[in-house]
């Protein structure tokens, strides 16, 4: 009896280098232009299917109030509302600066205000 491991014919190329390799076929593909309003109605449809995905995939969410007095002490709490006075007051800055620098553009007065917040938050986070 021959115990030798390494003889082992699995016959998978991937796992045994010895076993035969199949052999591969160069084959050409030809690749043929769809028509661009086919294109575009595949798009509108993978559009309207992610936003219908997101819609039955969106989390429902319920608000219940929430106690910070059941987790967290009453310097906490007043340490956080603090913090909060002095980030609303930095997005506000940051929201002129950007209203002020950016203002006269179409695209900016585009955005919603949400969107605005948003990046003045951004930018007052990463000024740091």
């Given at each position: 009896m021959n115990n030798d491991v390494s003889k082992v014919q699995l016959g998978l190329p991937?796992?045994?280098?010895?076993?035969?390799?199949?052999?591969?076929?160069?084959?050409?593909?030809?690749?043929?232009?769809?028509?661009?309003?086919?294109?575009?109605?595949?798009?509108?449809?993978?559009?309207?299917?992610?936003?219908?995905?997101?819609?039955?995939?969106?989390?429902?969410?319920?608000?219940?109030?929430?106690?910070?007095?059941?987790?967290?002490?009453?310097?906490?709490?007043?340490?956080?509302?603090?913090?909060?006075?002095?980030?609303?007051?930095?997005?506000?800055?940051?929201?002129?600066?950007?209203?002020?620098?950016?203002?006269?553009?179409?695209?900016?007065?585009?955005?919603?205000?949400?969107?605005?917040?948003e990046m003045a938050a951004k930018s007052f986070a990463h000024s740091g």
């Open positions: 991937q796992v045994n280098s010895q076993a035969p390799k199949p052999e591969q076929k160069a084959e050409e593909k030809v690749v043929e232009a769809a028509p661009k309003a086919v294109c575009e109605d595949r798009s509108a449809q993978m559009m309207e299917s992610l936003d219908a995905a997101a819609k039955w995939n969106a989390a429902s969410l319920s608000v219940k109030p929430i106690d910070p007095s059941k987790y967290l002490t009453p310097e906490r709490i007043a340490d956080i509302e603090a913090s909060m006075v002095v980030f609303d007051k930095g997005v506000k800055t940051h929201l002129g600066a950007l209203k002020e620098e950016f203002g006269h553009l179409s695209e900016f007065d585009a955005l919603s205000e949400a969107d605005k917040l």
